[in-house]
């Protein structure tokens, strides 16, 4: 069953604590992107990657990091940096082969600061 | 940059009438406008995609159309059903100066079916 996955449903984040948010794919996708949705708000990218090793910020990076060691894989870090991190986050991923291309997204992460 | 501005925010119909939802956008070198379904705690899921080089296309009860001069792209859902509540997404891409492509969204739309 190819698709996205991302864990954990929900987190839990403490003052000053920095936490790892998963994205998984098994699409053999080279690109992929992690957004920010606010309530009523639209999705705002955070990082995107167009192969392995390499990775871009996007319109709100502050506060967050990723990686990407594998290609399936681009884990996003939410540091104590970000001052307002309760949010949900969707990770996406496409072929990456052009511009003009489907964004498939997985199922979300809500992170709550307690 | 690109910005795109979606409306209304909120929209009620009812179920069997006709749903219609307008974004527009201001990247003239814009050319790829999916539209997102997002139902509540889930992640979206594109449900129509339209690219420049055609003015409409359509999908059973679903129809994007899109207008270059203008700068502005719709979704029209006819003969709506309850299980079309939802929030919607319009999103822009233009061709990157470099990296992957980016995707604008659009504030989203809040969908209600009533019986």
């Known amino acids: 069953d190819g698709g996205i996955t991302q864990s954990p449903k929900y987190l839990f984040r403490k003052e000053g604590q920095n936490v790892t948010l998963s994205c998984e794919q098994n699409?053999?996708?080279?690109?992929m992107y992690w957004y920010r949705q606010d309530p009523g708000q639209g999705l705002r990218l955070i990082y995107y990657s167009q192969i392995v090793n390499d990775f871009q910020k996007g319109d709100i990076a502050e506060g967050y990091s990723v990686s990407r060691e594998k290609k399936e894989s681009f884990p996003l870090t939410v540091t104590s940096a970000q001052k307002n991190p309760t949010a949900f986050y969707l990770c996406a991923s496409s072929t990456g082969q052009t511009y003009q291309e489907t964004q498939y997204f997985g199922p979300g992460t809500r992170l709550l600061v307690l | 940059g690109e910005n795109v501005e979606q409306h209304p925010s909120t929209l009620s119909v009812q179920e069997g009438d006709s749903a219609v939802i307008k974004c527009t956008y201001s990247?003239?070198?814009?050319?790829?406008f999916p539209w997102y379904k997002q139902e509540l705690g889930k992640g979206p899921q594109l449900i129509i995609d339209i690219r420049s080089n055609v003015g409409e296309k359509k999908d059973q009860r679903i129809a994007v159309t899109l207008n270059k001069t203008a700068k502005h792209f719709s979704l029209h859902i006819t003969e709506t059903q309850p299980e079309d509540s939802a929030v919607y997404f319009c999103?822009?891409?233009?061709?990157?100066?470099?990296?992957?492509?980016?995707?604008?969204f659009g504030q989203g739309t809040r969908l209600t079916i009533n019986p």
């Open positions: 699409l053999n996708h080279d690109a």
């Open positions: 999103a822009a891409s233009s061709p990157p100066v470099q990296g992957a492509q980016k995707l604008v």
């Open positions: 990247d003239s070198a814009s050319n790829y």
